[in-house]
C-alpha cells in the first residue's frame, strides 16, 4: 500500500535490489496513473483505497506479504482505515501484515500527535490473529535534505527544540530495511526499531549541514510559534491542524522519543545506515546537481 509514495517506491525498488522479480511484487496506489513507470518494468499495479474495503481486498488477494505504509489523515480516519485495511488481509487471507510505524509508538506519554493511531495500529494488528511485522521509523533527514536551499540561505537551522536529540535515517535506508524484514521469515511477529548509526543534537545537525553545505549554518531554538510561521512562509493553504502535527514532532524530539539508536538496520539488510552527514552530502549533491 502506498507504494507511488517516497517510501514506497524506494521499497519497491529495494525488493527489485534484493532479488524479487517485478512479476511478484503488486504495487498498490489510490491513483494507479502515477504507478505507469512500475508497469512498464512489470510489476503487477493494482487501485487500492484505504478508505474501500473492496479495493484493499482486491489488491491484496494472492499476496503472501501486504506492506502497510499509511495514509497522511488525521488519527480518527487513520484508525478507521486501518480497521478497514484489516477486514480486507483477513478476507484476501493474507499471509501476513507488515506495519510502517514510528518510534514514538513505543512511549505511552508521547507528545506526538499522531501517535495514539500509531499504538492502536500496532495492538489491533497483533491482536488480529494474522502473522505481522511491524517496523518502526526513526526521522527522515530526507526531510532535512528538502530544507537545506533554504537552510543555507537563512544561515539557521530553526527548530523548536532545545536539548531533543535525534538518531535520523534516510528513507533509502529505511526501505532497505523494511524490504528486507518483508522477505525474512523469522521477522514474523516481530517488532523492529529503525534508526541511524548516531544520535544528534541540534547544534551537531547543524554542524554537519555546515561541513556539508560550506557555509555557515547556526541551530536556532525557537518557540512553536515561530515554527507554525515557518510553515506557514509560502504556503498560505497548509491547514493549521497540520502545523500543530508538525509542530507535535519536535514535542516528541525534546521528550527523547527519537534519540534512541539500533542495529536493526544493519541486522536486516547486512549493511550500516550512512551517518547523517554522509547522506545529507549525498542529498546536496544531487540538488547542486539539478540546479
Not at 221 to 234: F, L, N, P, V
Request: hydrophobic share 40%.
Amino acid at each position: 500500500m502506498g507504494a507511488t509514495g517516497q517510501l514506497g517506491r524506494r521499497i519497491v525498488d529495494s525488493l527489485i535490489e534484493q532479488g524479487v522479480a517485478p512479476a511478484n511484487i503488486i504495487a498498490s496506489a489510490r491513483t494507479v496513473s502515477k504507478a505507469a513507470g512500475m508497469k512498464d518494468q512489470g510489476i503487477q499495479v493494482r487501485h487500492a483505497d484505504y478508505e474501500d474495503v473492496d479495493t484493499m481486498r482486491e489488491a491484496f488477494s494472492g499476496s503472501d506479504v501486504v506492506i502497510l505504509i499509511p495514509s497522511t489523515a488525521p488519527v480518527e480516519p487513520r484508525i478507521l482505515q486501518h480497521q478497514k485495511s484489516l477486514q480486507a488481509a483477513k478476507e484476501a487471507q493474507v499471509g501476513r501484515l507488515l506495519f510502517v510505524s514510528l518510534t514514538t509508538a513505543g512511549f505511552l506519554d508521547s507528545k506526538f500527535e499522531i501517535t495514539p493511531y500509531l499504538i492502536y495500529a500496532e495492538m489491533k494488528l497483533r491482536q488480529s490473529r494474522i502473522p505481522w511485522t511491524i517496523l518502526r521509523n526513526t526521522m527522515y533527514l530526507d526531510a532535512v535534505g528538502d530544507w537545506m536551499p533554504e537552510l543555507v540561505e537563512m544561515k539557521r537551522l530553526p527548530y523548536p527544540v532545545k536539548e531533543g536529540r535525534v538518531a535520523f535515517a534516510g528513507r533509502d535506508d529505511l526501505a532497505r530495511a523494511i524490504a528486507a524484514a518483508s522477505i525474512k521469515e523469522e521477522t514474523v511477529n516481530q517488532i523492529y526499531e529503525l534508526t541511524g548509526p548516531e544520535s544528534l543534537s541540534m547544534p551537531a545537525l547543524a554542524a554537519a549541514l555546515s561541513d556539508v553545505t560550506g557555509e555557515s549554518i547556526r541551530f536556532d531554538s525557537i518557540t512553536d510559534e515561530d515554527y507554525a510561521e515557518i510553515c506557514r512562509q509560502g504556503h498560505e493553504d497548509v491547514p493549521e491542524p497540520l502545523i500543530r502535527i508538525l509542530t507535535s514532532i519536535y514535542w516528541a524530539v525534546e521528550n527523547g522519543e527519537f534519540g534512541a539508536t539500533t542495529n536493526q538496520i544493519e541486522a536486516l539488510t547486512g549493511t550500516s545506515p550512512l551517518p547523517a552527514k554522509e547522506y545529507l552530502k549525498l542529498y546536496w549533491d544531487t540538488i547542486r546537481a539539478n540546479t
